[in-house]
């Protein structure tokens, strides 16, 4: 276990190496890996434990029973999922938490120990919940964004909502983004090869130029 990489983790923050390594075993801490595509938690079970993605990447998706497909986030090494879930242990997941790396290591911590005190690591506890409140109020502002992203009733206007978001975020107007095409296409809510064909004509028009999920926005088209 890399407790170092650990104490740089939201949840943790504050917490030195050696202070975490002896908190783990009290908050229940169980490590498992997954292949591309394994579903990690279904939609409709319950869960106690959140996880923190150690190593890959986690996406949370949503399929209706029509079958359209959603994502709804992109979990990277050092982020949590399932914390919601977790501490409203009764209320079945409307998500599906699936791996979408070739290998997704997730280090599971239960949740009901962390937010009970106890005489091993009672000093660390009150820490430990200011900052998952911390990650929810974080993750509530994720899922605003994407609402804000998916407004517009156009792909164009869900494009250019979300690319300037990300160029914002990278302070350039040259960043790549952490979706492919399609996963790209599920978390605006649109059809892939409408997608593909906007951002066709966007080139064309001297907006962006984009390679795989590396974009250039430009400024002023009519000088590109």
């Known amino acids: ?8 983790t939201m949840l943790f923050s504050g917490e030195s190496p ?34 923190l993605v150690l190593s890959g990447n986690v996406q949370i998706e949503s399929d209706d029973v029509w079958g359209n497909h959603s994502v709804l986030d992109d979990i990277t090494p050092g982020f949590f999922f ?28 239960n949740i009901g120990r962390l937010l009970t005190t106890c005489t091993n690591s009672c ?26 992203h998916t407004t517009p009733k156009s792909i164009r206007g869900r494009l250019l909502s979300y690319l300037s978001a990300q160029s914002a975020a990278a302070n350039s107007l040259d960043f790549t983004i952490p979706f492919n095409r399609q996963q790209l296409a599920d978390y605006l809510n649109v059809d892939r090869s409408a997608l593909s064909a906007e951002l066709s004509k966007m080139q064309r028009e001297g907006l962006l130029t984009t390679e795989r999920n590396h974009f250039t926005l430009c400024e002023d088209p009519l000088e590109s």
């Open 1 to 8: 276990m890399d407790y170092q990489f650990l104490s740089q």
């Open 18 to 51: 050696e202070e975490i390594k002896e908190m783990l075993s009290c908050l229940g801490a169980v490590t498992r890996s997954y292949g591309k595509g394994e579903i990690i938690y279904h939609a409709g079970e319950c869960v106690h434990s959140m996880g």
């Open 82 to 109: 399932a914390e919601t879930y977790a501490s409203l242990s009764k209320e079945p997941l409307m998500v599906n938490v699936v791996s979408a790396a070739a290998k997704t290591e997730v280090l599971f911590l």
């Open 123 to 148: 000093t660390h506890h009150n820490r430990l919940i200011h900052n998952l409140f911390f990650i929810s109020a974080r993750k509530n502002l994720l899922l605003s964004r994407r609402i804000f």
